[in-house]
């Protein structure tokens, strides 16, 4: 039977080398062959919400929800974490030299890094 690995990827900062871009560039992927349990308890949490008539946004964005919402949405996480690889890369954007300040050398190179 064949073996699938899922790869999610998410991404904090910008990619503004100016002084008035973000300080850090993080890109995190999750790992995983079975990533279902988990996305169903997500999908019915949302709906759970939903019907409790608590105010979770249209795109049910963690970050961006309340913190009572937050708190479920980590509870769902944390029960489902045992399938999961997590990696980040972190860069300090004010200690990237000058050749890789231009997307289309800095992007791949940190996905590079990220997926070794």
Not at 20 to 47: C, M, Q, W
Not at 65 to 82: C, G
Not at 98 to 113: D, S, T, V
Request: net charge neutral; with cysteine.
């Amino acid at each position: 039977m064949p073996r699938f690995l899922y790869v999610f990827l998410d991404e904090s900062g910008d990619l503004a080398f100016q002084p008035n871009g973000s300080r850090f560039f993080v890109i995190t992927s999750v790992t995983t062959e079975h990533p279902f349990d988990g996305a169903k308890a997500l999908h019915d949490l949302r709906y759970d919400l939903l019907q409790k008539d608590a105010a979770i946004g249209e795109c049910f964005h963690a970050c961006e929800d309340k913190q009572a919402v937050r708190n479920e949405v980590f509870n769902v996480i944390r029960a489902h974490l045992k399938p999961l690889t997590i990696d980040s890369i972190i860069v300090e954007k004010r200690k990237t030299g000058p050749a890789l300040q231009h997307i289309e050398r800095f992007y791949p190179q940190i996905l590079g890094y990220l997926l070794r």
